[in-house]
């Protein structure tokens, strides 16, 4: 076992349910999804969105996914040797009745597969709640790990895979084994939502499909910047993914994401 960094509580790689993690939403009677079939059904008649969340971190639908995030565990890059990894699938984070949401990929190997938490504990991350902190969002500019005091009551971060997949690319089974869980997720914080963001064409691709019994025709496009009003109520904004290599080469800038971010703040009523 291994203490966590900032508890000093010591965790086996994956982390068991209800053990003490912070933030696990999970505990050990928390039921497992075994594939898509139970996937599908627990998601549609999940009622809350603490309920979910459990579900979601300890589901065992895809089995290529199960076995990666849990090697990456074990084995973990060589900079977190002495931490202990989650190593399970990862929930939405924020606020339950969120208006603005922002929709990422899937969980990155050594960052929400090792802290528990979305986009927390890699770079991707750090630029990310950096600028929702600068709009606002979020208490604070860093994310850490899941004990570090990060909180918001005003966005959520969802995904559309939950699992780390290898070489960031989940397959199409994959995609539509985990699609239930986002669902229920937009079923049950739509009301509450004026804003969606997407990081990146997929991202776009799979909150359109989200708010689908809402979509204007022709279907809008993806672009950074790109705003599609998919209700009088609810509008979509574009962002290209705050990823290393976005962010390295200056495809995007902070400067960027804090437009995007300062005009969903906006829409969302958060201004000022
Ligand atoms: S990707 Fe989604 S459906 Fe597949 S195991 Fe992870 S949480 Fe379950």
Not at 67 to 95: C, D, I, L, N, T
Not at 190 to 202: D, E, M, Q, S, T
Request: aromatic share 6%.
């Amino acid at each position: 076992m291994l203490k966590h960094p900032r508890t000093g509580q010591p965790f086996d790689s994956p982390v068991p349910p209800g053990s003490g993690w912070p933030g696990d939403p999970a505990s050990p009677d928390t039921v497992q999804a075994a594939d898509a079939e139970q996937v599908a059904r627990l998601a549609d008649q999940v009622e809350s969105i603490d309920e979910l969340d459990a579900l979601i971190s300890v589901c065992r639908a895809c089995p290529r996914l199960v076995s990666w995030r849990e090697q990456v565990a074990v084995a973990k890059r060589k900079s977190f040797a002495g931490q202990p990894y989650w190593g399970r699938p990862v929930p939405g984070w924020g606020a339950p009745k969120p208006k603005i949401v922002v929709v990422g990929l899937a969980p990155a190997a050594n960052g929400a597969n090792r802290t528990g938490r979305m986009f927390t504990g890699d770079r991707s991350g750090d630029q990310l709640y950096a600028a929702l902190y600068r709009a606002g969002l979020v208490n604070q500019p860093t994310s850490v790990d899941a004990a570090d005091g990060l909180s918001t009551k005003k966005i959520r971060i969802v995904a559309p895979v939950r699992c780390a997949p290898p070489g960031n690319s989940p397959t199409t089974t994959e995609r539509n084994t985990c699609a239930p869980w986002i669902d229920a997720e937009w079923r049950l914080i739509a009301p509450h939502v004026r804003v969606l963001v997407a990081l990146g064409g997929f991202a776009w691709q799979i909150a359109l499909r989200m708010a689908a019994d809402q979509l204007p025709k022709p279907k809008p496009k993806f672009g950074h910047g790109a705003v599609a009003e998919l209700s009088p109520t609810l509008r979509l904004l574009g962002c290209y993914h705050p990823s290393q290599q976005n962010m390295f080469t200056g495809r995007l800038t902070p400067a960027m994401l804090d437009d995007v971010f300062g005009q969903a703040a906006q829409l969302a009523g958060l201004s000022g």
